[in-house]
């Protein structure tokens, strides 16, 4: 009876294993589907002039995705000047007064922003810049990325923050050093590889968003530089390119959708490997 009951619990064992790694493998293999699909299509598309050209009129092949690069540069770096003092900031705040009601309140708030819908805020962002300005622009798509961007931040600062021990604070204080010396010297180098890593993921997590630019950068086939003017960006170029009638914009749409999730697994490489080189232990 004891080896039929044991043979039983070794079969259901080897029975959960095997269901756990098949639905692991169903489970990733949509992701897998979806590379292949846009490598195929994409990477043909691929070369230096692709990259350094602007797009063609209608009706002309050829063409490329340059002002859509700068752009999607220029809004990503207008989120990060908004995103990241306040992100962190606000995660010492938080990693700090843990037990504070506004803390509490903040937090709430935090998730809330975090799970409004993207096109909720470029509506947002629209009614609060874009119509006193009376323009679009990559100013107010920077802000509603910024807002997107602003959760991310705050809650890898806040997580890494309270993985740091009580004592390497109190030693410095101890010493005399004064508290807003210790926090940016020691608790925020002890940290750094969580925020960066909150940073770089936040970066992925508004390199793709089409649908708030759809009502703030807008979109525009010249380079843009000025902030206060529309730009373009590659998911706003990957919308109207394959939403279009043309099969040669079509091609192009292959090719930024190519270079677009190039871009953000590259930052989801990155980030994994700043945690691993740079993990906080104590």
Do not use: C
């Not at 598309?45 to 690069?69: H, T, Y």
């Not at 100013?139 to 931040?153: E, N």
């Amino acid at each position: 009876m004891k080896e039929k009951s044991l043979h039983k619990r070794i079969l259901a064992d080897r029975l959960f294993k095997g269901m756990v790694v098949v639905l692991s493998f169903v489970s990733v293999t949509p992701m897998f589907l979806i590379l292949f699909f846009i490598i195929r299509n994409g990477i043909s598309v691929i070369d230096w002039s692709f990259l350094v050209s602007l797009p063609k009129p209608m009706g002309e092949s050829g063409g490329g995705i340059s002002n859509a690069l700068v752009g999607s540069v220029i809004l990503m770096v207008i989120a990060s000047l908004i995103s990241l003092p306040l992100g962190i900031l606000a995660g010492i705040y938080l990693s700090e007064y843990r037990k504070a009601r506004f803390a509490y309140f903040s937090r709430l708030s935090l998730e809330i922003l975090q799970g409004i819908p993207s096109i909720v805020i470029g509506i947002i962002a629209y009614v609060w810049i874009v119509v006193p300005m009376g323009s679009f622009s990559a100013l107010s798509g920077g802000v509603a990325l910024g807002m997107m961007m602003l959760p991310v931040i705050v809650m890898s600062t806040e997580e890494t923050l309270k993985l740091i021990p009580d004592p390497l604070k109190e030693a410095s204080l101890a010493l005399g050093v004064p508290y807003p010396r210790t926090i940016l010297k020691v608790i925020l180098p002890a940290g750094l590889s969580g925020i960066v890593t909150g940073v770089l993921l936040g970066i992925a997590r508004i390199a793709g968003e089409t649908a708030p630019l759809l009502f703030t950068a807008f979109g525009s086939p010249f380079m843009g530089l000025n902030i206060f003017k529309p730009v373009n960006s590659l998911p706003l170029l990957v919308f109207n390119y394959a939403t279009s009638p043309y099969p040669e914009w079509h091609t192009l749409a292959w090719g930024a959708s190519f270079v677009l999730i190039v871009f953000i697994l590259s930052l989801n490489i990155i980030a994994k490997l700043v945690t691993r080189r740079w993990k906080v232990q104590f």
